[in-house]
């Protein structure tokens, strides 16, 4: 069984920084993309980052110049490092990956950690 384990959340004031973790677990053959996305209140599930197996990496453009996600391909984890954050930016976090398991890549999602930016 594979699993995403998010790490990280919590709460910030405005202007500060959290690192989220993101880590697979189980048994797998190979991970091809990765990403976080973000659900706010009321509003849809949105992409916040994009990393692929080569390290290629996109940013929403609410992120852009804000946010850096990264990959460590031994330990099967990525990371969010989130500077300067805005209340907006206040959300649960939601770790996303295209696992190669029995033969299909499938798509996973961890359950989410919480980030709170105060104003």
């Known amino acids: 069984q594979v699993q995403l384990v998010e790490s990280g959340g919590g709460l910030v004031q405005a202007g500060g920084s959290l690192r989220l973790s993101c880590e697979a677990v189980?048994?797998?053959?190979?991970?091809?993309?990765m990403a976080w996305y973000r659900q706010a209140p009321g509003k849809q599930r949105e992409l916040v980052a994009h990393i692929t197996s080569g390290e290629d990496t996109r940013y929403s453009d609410a992120v852009t110049g804000r946010f850096t996600i990264s990959r460590d391909f031994v330990k099967n984890t990525i990371y969010l490092q989130m500077n300067n954050l805005k209340s907006e930016d206040t959300a649960v976090y939601y770790c996303?990956?295209?696992?190669?398991?029995?033969?299909?890549?499938?798509?996973?999602w961890g359950r989410g950690t919480q980030v709170t930016v105060s104003s």
């Open positions: 996303n990956a295209e696992i190669y398991v029995d033969l299909t890549y499938d798509d996973y």
């Open positions: 189980g048994t797998f053959m190979s991970i091809n993309h």
